[in-house]
């Protein structure tokens, strides 16, 4: 069972709409990862966190330790942010990884 | 200043063979970890070091084991293979390890078992 839950695993939207991404995991963890894979296989990090919200350009990412729960929002979304996006999550010196979120943004 | 660099990009090899890949961190970077991306299991991790030292480890089987020297570029080696090894070999580079600010990931080796 994958301890790192992601929604929805696809997602279709019009340019220019509000994306948000989820992802859920189970246990205590030091850290959360939301990294950035294009077609082809490049990954790039996106952020990190451990508390609260970090914003970088179009992109917000926030988590709830609390309620386990993290959350990727895309503001103005444009076809070049087709990409799968993927949560994960540090905990006891590994890295967990949710399945993925495949985003694909119509002009 | 140059990215994380993985050689060779593409590999086919024969059950039963092993292999060997390479990757060079970003400069300064002393960890380096590694991925294994499956349709199927999606994004693993294989193992991560730090200073030429193994510090944490996946679960995947003894035939999965690495290396890094001591200018920290790593290699990681697969001996044995088997056709479910198939699949996109990552590595990332960075500062201070898997717990710290964020790492750089390499454009992978695609590896085939046939």
């Known amino acids: 069972k994958n301890e790192v839950e992601q929604s929805p695993q696809n997602l279709t939207a019009q340019e220019g709409e509000f994306i948000t991404i989820n992802c859920s995991y189970s246990v205590g963890i030091s850290a959360l990862h939301w990294l950035q894979q294009h077609p082809g296989g490049g990954i790039v990090s996106l952020f990190m966190?451990?508390?609260g919200k970090k914003k970088h350009g179009r992109l917000i990412a926030t988590i709830n330790i609390q309620e386990k729960h993290s959350s990727l929002h895309i503001t103005a979304s444009h076809p070049r942010d087709s990409a799968v996006y993927i949560c994960a999550e540090n905990r006891d010196d590994k890295i967990i990884f949710g399945k993925g979120t495949r985003l694909h943004i119509l002009p | 200043k140059a990215g994380v660099t993985q050689t060779p990009r593409y590999l086919i090899k024969t059950r039963g063979q092993q292999v060997t890949l390479s990757c060079s961190p970003i400069s300064g970077h002393r960890s380096v970890s590694w991925y294994q991306q499956t349709p199927g299991q999606g994004l693993q991790f294989l193992f991560e070091y730090f200073s030429e030292t193994q510090r944490n480890k996946g679960n995947f089987p003894g035939r999965f084991s690495g290396r890094q020297f001591s200018n920290s570029r790593s290699e990681m080696n697969v001996s044995t293979l088997e056709l479910g090894d198939s699949a996109l070999y990552l590595c990332?580079?960075?500062?201070?390890?898997?717990?710290?600010?964020?790492?750089?990931f390499g454009s992978g080796t695609r590896l085939t078992v046939v």
């Open positions: 966190l451990s508390s």
């Open positions: 990332a580079s960075s500062l201070a390890g898997v717990r710290g600010s964020g790492y750089t």
